[in-house]
């Protein structure tokens, strides 16, 4: 039997390539790897200089949008238990919470989690089971740095991004020496979190090994509004464990060529607690996934060449005794990459990548076991025009799924420095969103015909970033945005008595984001303020027929107007944040009828860290909403009153300097 | 220069934080409007969840809705998933599944007066002689409910009785009590002089309401078997006469098509005609010899009710997310009027 049949549809043909050089690639890759491996030698002599890694900001920056970093300096400002409470005490994105440790998923201008792709490394972390990624299951001991970008660029970064796009790397630290870290914390409700580090760099090797482990009982008080007379309750059935691993190994092969592989693990038992509305709740829920990837880089002066594959497994268990109601879910998925980049001179770029994913689930909710497989693929430019004052990014994307081409997926951004401290950006992109297994699949309900969500969106920034002296910094930007996504897909109860997806909805999103940095030092002491603000209209264009009163209506849950203001001092070893968000009133139903009031919530905290030679120890209390607002986010899901979190880590670090260290 | 950048961005923070303090606010509450006084009561499940459940009231002589006097009166929503309402003497009794209680209030100005706690996913209330009331509870999808008899003068449970898998709903005949056991496909028979069972007969598959007809016999509809994963396995619904005396079937009308989930039995003031809902809303005599194969109303509903008196229908769309629309009909199924009532609104009670 030959590679290839007689008169086999073009996508098949298609994958099998795919597949052959998936196969071929990752053997030489993996038997490469393990050569380097055994024949390591110790390196003595630190050069920074040649290290090939192209910065993230690079890499992950798309030129017409505006992107916000998550940092070092910010996950050190806050010490959250999750990448979704870092993420809201440094004001990047509204996150849509049912509780302290229950679900929290980001929403951008008005789009769901589903309309969010966060991507790990470049790998999209979305399940392919219901499309979503819980940023509350994220450690921000495993994510090196985060890139926040609100706006679609479907074309670069696939299905999914819609609203906007998060982008986690664990960025590699060659030459970096030896460092190992133990760090504890508790807290308020009976939380208590242990983690662990321990890497190596030396100029061609990069380990490193992180473990966390986490429990909260969450049982915090409330005044149930939902009762008669308003009784305190304490929150029941909302424990929390968490395990995990990630294991990183870079290696640079030669002066132009890196290995990359990661491995990351993590078991998540959690449990559903009741709402103010329900008398108990006996639903717990468990998260379980392996993802493991590895790449590696080519680097010269005309091409850049990047292949890359990734594993992710990952299964869900749901629980609730009360209901009966037990379901197993596993989803395994595939990706290969390979990406050519062109540099034809310094100012001109041309990046091609074909992708292939593959996915399988197994789940009584899907008894026949689906399989989908999407290849696709784009093509992109980057030019840089105009004394280097005018950047321009056009990229476009196609991607066949289930059988079906879906639409030609353009993008195209600007951006335009008039002087060194006023810069415009601008873009125009087409977005989609392939349903997820859930949608096409789910017995009963599942509805196989349906399509991808596809939308158009614009917007336009400015950036006012003056530099007066080498230690202040100014940053003003203003961005507004338009955005209509066709062909949504809405559950709807049947006659049957169960709940059907269809292509129904028209949403139309639309608002300014405003954002206002300011940094400067005064005798040693580091200061920085920043304030933002956002609002966004997303409302309902087209709805199914019989519900017209939900016409024209702000979507539930979604705030029109939010906005916040950090204040970070650093002195010496001592560090004080404090950071005030407010959320304003959020409508409940479609029809607007009701809504949830808005809400202020402050979150402080203060840290001092104490250098010994080797050795550097820190301690910090945070304090979170400190002004004790009773509030929910979404409608019955109570939310914590004040409450503490204090923590220990030790370090320890031993630099690779013998010459020319550069540390 | 320099200046000029400064006042900039000075301008720039305090007209951002002037911005806060002028859209902090929360938008203008409708001032909620009187109880009315009128005489159907809707009850409105709610979101799954969401705990936003009500009670509306129709007023037939006005045509005006007041879609959640609970709250209004209250300041707290019922709770999550209203499912029935039971008017007993002057009070209210308002029947909250997914918040295992039962509120109790005044069925005209819907003033708090107590609730029942201590239930498990309670579902329909019936009086029974006395002081003394009926009701459902699932209390588990895995294990048996049960029926509580409740003292209505201390609102507490003076015995539990075990019967079917989920239980729905109730009707007292004399001394005997007809529960439906909708998780299989049998109806328990309590006898309520000694609240024991005193005969569980077998009917359609997940039989829910039960209404008794003119000539003393009684009706229930069974929504059928559904196993969605192997759909040859499903068994059809199907409407059964139950002669209440000797406790035994008199007849059965199988429906044809496994996938349909016929519910919502009612029957007219007169007690010789029978309407149910199984996509569309059909209707047949008492003395009919087959089911209907035409709707008399040919669109899906959720809540389904007939006015005793006029006959009319009343029939509300089905939705989770926003107020429904109530849509009357009279009785050869011709539209009179619609208007908005509460969220997932699944039946009427008529005073």
């Known amino acids: 039997m030959g590679l290839f049949e007689e008169n086999e549809p073009c996508y098949i043909v298609f994958k099998k390539i795919f597949d052959l050089v998936r196969f071929i690639f990752s053997g030489v890759f993996f038997c490469l790897l393990s050569t380097l491996a055994l024949g390591q030698k110790k390196d003595t002599v630190v050069t920074l200089s040649d290290v090939l890694i192209k910065g993230h900001k690079e890499t992950l920056h798309t030129t017409g949008l505006q992107s916000y970093m998550v940092d070092s300096a910010a996950l050190l400002r806050f010490h959250g238990n999750s990448l979704a409470d870092v993420m809201r005490q ?11 440790g229950g679900l929290a998923t980001p929403a951008f201008r008005g789009s769901s989690a589903a309309h969010t792709a966060v991507l790990w490394n470049g790998f999209n972390l979305q399940s392919p089971m219901n499309g979503e990624m819980d940023l509350n299951l994220l450690p921000p001991e495993f994510v090196g740095e985060a890139h926040v970008q609100p706006g679609s660029n479907a074309a670069k970064w696939g299905s999914g991004s819609v609203g906007g796009s998060i982008h986690l790397a664990n960025p590699v630290k060659f030459g970096s020496g030896f460092k190992a870290g133990l760090a504890g914390r508790a807290g308020s409700f009976s939380t208590y979190r242990q983690s662990g580090e321990v890497a190596y760099g030396s100029r061609k090797v990069y380990l490193s090994l992180k473990a966390i482990n986490h429990s909260a009982l969450n049982d915090f008080t409330f005044k149930n509004t939902f009762e008669r007379n308003a009784p305190i309750q304490r929150q029941t059935n909302n424990e929390v464990k968490q395990q995990g691993a990630l294991a990183e190994a870079s290696f640079k092969i030669s002066r132009n060529q890196i290995a990359n592989v990661k491995y990351w693990f993590q078991d998540n038992y959690r449990e559903v607690p009741p709402t103010m509305g329900q ?82 689930a197994v789940s009584g909710s899907y008894p026949n076991q689906p399989k989908i497989w999407r290849a696709g693929g784009f093509l992109s430019y980057k030019g840089i025009w105009v004394k280097e004052k005018l950047i321009v990014n056009a990229t476009l994307r196609e991607e066949y799924v289930r059988e079906k081409w879906i639409p030609l997926i353009p993008y195209g951004g600007v951006e335009y420095k008039l002087f060194s ?35 158009i969106s614009q917007e336009a920034g400015v950036k006012i970033a003056p530099v007066f002296k080498e230690k202040t910094a100014v940053m003003v930007s203003a961005t507004v945005f338009n955005s209509v996504i066709d062909n949504r897909i809405l559950w709807l109860p049947t006659s049957f008595g169960f709940y059907s997806p269809i292509n129904v909805e028209k949403v139309w999103a639309r608002g300014i984001e405003l954002r206002n940095n300011f940094s400067t030092e005064i005798n040693k002491t580091k200061i920085l303020i920043g304030i933002n603000y956002d609002a966004v209209w997303a409302t309902n264009e087209k709805v199914p027929k019989g519900n017209e009163n939900q016409l024209g209506k702000q979507l539930i849950f979604v705030p029109v107007h939010k906005g916040a203001a950090l204040f970070s001092v650093i002195y010496r070893g001592f560090s004080l944040s404090y950071n005030h968000a407010f959320t304003g009133y959020r409508y409940t139903t479609a029809d607007n009828l009701s809504f949830l009031p808005g809400f202020s919530v402050g979150d402080a905290e203060v840290s001092y860290q104490k250098k010994y030679k080797d050795f550097s120890a820190k301690i910090f209390i945070q304090a979170n909403n400190i002004w004790n607002e009773a509030y929910q986010v979404l409608p019955a899901r109570p939310m914590p009153q004040r409450h503490y979190l204090a923590g220990v880590a030790f370090q320890f670090y031993k630099p690779l300097t013998i010459k020319n260290n550069e540390n | 220069m320099k200046i000029k950048y400064l006042n900039f961005v000075k301008s720039a923070f305090i007209s951002v934080g002037l911005a806060f303090v002028f859209i902090a606010c929360d938008p ?184 008794k007809d003119a000539n003393d016999k009684l009706w229930v509809i069974c929504g059928g078997y559904k196993n969605y ?117 699944n039946g009427f009670v008529f005073k």
């Not at chain 1, 440094?90 to 302290?100: D, V």
């Not at chain 1, 992109?429 to 939308?455: A, C, H, K, M, Q």
């Not at chain 2, 609970?70 to 029947?95: C, E, H, M, P, W």
């Not at chain 2, 049998?186 to 000694?194: E, G, H, K, S, V």
């Open chain 1, 90 to 100: 440094n004001n990047l994105i509204f996150i849509k919470s049912y509780g302290l």
């Open chain 1, 279 to 360: 008398a108990q709740s006996t639903a717990f829920q468990q998260d379980w996934f392996h993802r493991l990837m590895a790449d590696w880089q080519y680097r010269s002066k005309m091409v850049d060449f990047t292949m890359r594959s990734a594993y992710f497994d990952e299964r869900i268990i749901y629980d609730d005794r009360q209901y009966n109601l037990y379901t197993f879910s596993r989803a395994k998925s595939s990706v290969t990459e390979v990406e050519t980049e062109l540099k034809l001179n310094k100012n001109h770029f041309f990046t091609l990548r074909l992708n292939n994913t593959y996915s399988e």
């Open chain 1, 421 to 455: 401290w006023l810069s415009f950006n601008g873009a125009v992109s087409r977005s989609y969103r392939v349903p997820t297994f859930n949608d096409w699949f789910w017995i009963p309900g599942g509805n196989p015909n349906l399509v991808s969500e596809t939308g």
């Open chain 2, 28 to 211: 203008k509450e409708d001032s909620p409007s009187p109880v009315a006084t009128g005489s159907v009561y809707v009850t409105c499940e709610g979101g799954f969840g969401a705990s936003n459940g009500s009670v509306s009231v129709y007023d037939p002589k006005t045509n005006k809705v007041n879609i959640d006097p609970f709250n209004a009166k209250n300041n707290r929503s019922l709770g999550d998933i209203v499912q029935s309402l039971t008017l007993i003497n002057d009070l209210a009794y308002i029947v909250v599944n997914n918040s295992n209680k039962v509120e109790i209030a005044d069925a005209s100005t819907f003033e708090s007066k107590g609730v029942i706690e201590g239930v498990k996913l309670p579902r329909y209330l019936v009086k029974g002689s006395g002081n003394t009331a009926y009701l459902t509870e699932w209390v588990s999808f895995a294990g048996n409910g049960r029926v509580d008899v409740i003292d209505l003068s201390t609102n507490t449970l003076t015995k539990t009785i075990e019967v079917g898998l989920l239980p729905e709903n109730l009707l007292l005949y004399g001394d005997k009590l007809f529960v439906s056991n909708s998780g299989d496909s049998t109806l328990t028979i309590i006898n309520t002089a000694t609240n024991v069972v005193s005969k569980t007969i077998k009917v359609g598959y997940s039989p829910t309401s039960i209404v």
């Open chain 2, 229 to 345: 994963t192997n759909l040859s396995l499903s068994k059809p619904g199907a409407l059964v006469q139950i002669d209440p005396t000797t406790e035994s079937v008199i007849k059965t009308f199988s429906f044809t098509n496994a996938a349909d989930s016929p519910e919502k039995l009612n029957i007219n003031g007169s007690g010789n005609k029978l309407y149910y809902e199984n996509g569309g809303v059909y209707s047949l005599e008492v003395s009919a010899s087959s089911l209907p194969t035409q709707p008399l109303i040919a669109r899906s509903f959720y809540g389904l009710g007939i006015d005793p008196n006029s006959e009319t229908i009343y029939a509300a769309t089905m939705g989770f997310v926003s107020n429904q629309k109530l849509i009357r009909y009279n009785a050869s199924g011709v539209v009179l009027d619609s208007t908005e009532v509460g969220i997932g609104p």
